[in-house]
Each structure stands twice: as structure tokens, then as C-alpha cells.
């Protein structure tokens, strides 16, 4: 079933001016599937990308990247640097999203990785495989948008640690699509499951989602 986002118009602006700054050829991680929005209402900027490393044989752990937004006059209006902990070989894609503080309408948002660390890893599963999300399902809380004027997506789903260690400090992405292309990304926290165990989640943001026909959810360390 389709969902489509029914916002006021002036509540939240949806951007579409996303500038990947490039990177040498040796660069072994990949950045794609950028995406943003800017809340006017409480200066916020929401925003994401997937990560993939293209070493066949090397693990990539502390990943930096770097957000900067600026406005039409060049002016930075919000920055941010973060490190992602850990993303597997050959190929091993992952999901991140997160949101920052924003002082004023952004024109364009630059997302560029900023340092690798390339490891031995014995590990030859990817992370979509070690930490699966089972049964991920949408519901639209038509409510809310008496109040908000958009309805709010709720996404549920398990997750499951396949893996001999707990899962710590990780990061849970609902990653929505349309036509097969990532139109938006909703995330939260996870602070732990259990080795061989599994947990179950609910991401809501009480923000607008942009139109979509399906979503899949992801763990991110």
C-alpha cells in the first residue's frame, strides 16, 4: 500500500539540492543515496546517506564524514562531523540518518566522507546479514495531522542479532523508497541487544515523510 505525505505548505520544505563532494579514486568507501529536509518550525535539518565499501578485502571501522549546509548567499548554516564505527567488506552497504540544528533555509547541503581505517577482517558477512530487521511494518497515525497538518509514520520491525556479541551503540535507519530510488530516511537509537536475541522497535520522528512505496529498516554502527 502507498502512503503519501500530506504537509501544510510552509511547514516543512523538501529539498532537493544535495552536492556529494568527490573524493580520489583510492578512496575505498562509496557515499550515495543523499537525502534532506528542513523544518522551519524548529530549525531542523534532517538528513541522510548509505555508505559502501568497495574493498574486497579489507573491513572500514571509524568512518568520518561531514555535513555542511549553506544558504543562497554561501553563508553556513549548519555543520556537522561524525564517525560511523564499522562497515564489513566486499561490498558491505549501510544506512545512516540522523538530524542537526539548522539556523536558517539551506540551498544546498554538502556530504562528503572524511577518513578511513581499513582492517583485517575474517568476518564474511555483511551487516544486513548479521543484524537483520524481520517484519517491518507501517502505520499512519492520521491524528496527528489534525495537529501538524501530515500524518506521522510509524515504523515497527525486529531486530535480530545473529552474531556471538551484544549489539551496542548501534543505529536503526528506515530507509523509504519510491520507485526504487531512497526518497527519505528516519533513524533511533538502539542501545543494546544480546547476542543471539532479537528486539523489537518502533521509529517515529513526528515529522513528514516524503512519499514512498515501500520501506526496509537497517542497523548502523
Avoid at 526504487?180 to 543494546?192: F, N, P, T
Wanted: proline letters at 3%; aromatic letters at 10%.
Amino acid at each position: 500500500m502507498k502512503w503519501f505525505r500530506t504537509a501544510l505548505t510552509g511547514i516543512l520544505c523538501i529539498l532537493f539540492t544535495v552536492c556529494i563532494l568527490p573524493v580520489s579514486a583510492a578512496e575505498p568507501v562509496k557515499l550515495e543515496d543523499p537525502v534532506w529536509y528542513y523544518d522551519h518550525q524548529s530549525y531542523t535539518l534532517y538528513y541522510g546517506f548509505s555508505l559502501k565499501n568497495e574493498m574486497k578485502n579489507k573491513a572500514e571501522r571509524n568512518v568520518g564524514y561531514r555535513v555542511k549546509a549553506v544558504d543562497e548567499a554561501g553563508n553556513e548554516v549548519a555543520s556537522v562531523n561524525g564517525t560511523i564505527k564499522r562497515i564489513e567488506k566486499n561490498g558491505d552497504r549501510v544506512y545512516y540518518a540522523a538530524q542537526i540544528s539548522c539556523t536558517g533555509q539551506p540551498a544546498q547541503v554538502k556530504i562528503r566522507t572524511d577518513g578511513t581505517k581499513p582492517v583485517s577482517s575474517a568476518n564474511r558477512k555483511k551487516t544486513k546479514q548479521m543484524y537483520p530487521v524481520h517484519n517491518v511494518k507501517e502505520t499512519v497515525d492520521t491524528q496527528y495531522a489534525l495537529v501538524s497538518g501530515f500524518n506521522n509514520i510509524i515504523v515497527t520491525g525486529t531486530i535480530e542479532n545473529k552474531t556471538d556479541q551484544a549489539l551496542q551503540d548501534a543505529r536503526i535507519v528506515a530507509v523509504f523508497k519510491k520507485d526504487g530510488k531512497i526518497v527519505d530516511m528516519i533513524y533511533d537509537k538502539v542501545e543494546s541487544v544480546d547476542a543471539h536475541s532479537t528486539l523489537d522497535i518502533t521509529l517515529t520522528q513526528y515529522r513528514s515523510v516524503a512519499e514512498h512505496d515501500s520501506v526496509k529498516c537497517y542497523i548502523t554502527q
